[in-house]
Nanobody
Framework: QLRLVESGGGLVQTGGSLRLSCAAS????????IGWFRQAPGKKHEGVSC????????NYADSVKGRFTISRDNAKNSVYLQMNNLKPEDTAVYYC?????????????????????WGKGTLVTVSS
């Protein structure tokens, strides 16, 4: 069964840190671009960060630049999102998604459209 599984969410105070993990099973992530998305209650999906299959290209939403860092370890078939200096507005369910479109090895995108696989999400709650 092909799937992505997120972990690492939880409750943290403002200014705290969390590290999210996205692990793939049933397929290898090597050539997939991976994106992290989030959805807060009553809001649309928001692209947070992404990394290309080669790891040579990353992108971040303006709201998280300088605070979040995306990385990948293909040997562990996993992608990570290090989140520092968390704010209450970061509270959301965080999802990872895999993209195997033609440019996925060199580039990535913060759009949720057309992703091949999605995880079920992990909840991040930041208290004020």
């Amino acid at each position: 069964q092909l799937r992505l599984v997120e972990s690492g969410g939880g409750l943290v105070q403002t200014g705290g840190s969390l590290r999210l993990s996205c692990a793939a099973s049933g397929f290898t992530l090597d050539y997939y671009a991976i994106g992290w998305f989030r959805q807060a209650p009553g809001k649309k999906h928001e692209g947070v960060s992404c990394i290309s299959g080669s790891s040579g290209y990353t992108n971040y939403a303006d709201s998280v630049k300088g605070r979040f860092t995306i990385s990948r370890d293909n040997a562990k078939n996993s992608v990570y999102l290090q989140m520092n200096n968390l704010k209450p507005e970061d509270t959301a369910v965080y999802y990872c998604a895999a993209d195997n479109s033609g440019l996925a090895f060199r580039l990535c995108r913060l759009s949720a459209d057309g992703m091949d696989y999605w995880g079920k999400g992990t909840l991040v709650t930041v208290s004020s």
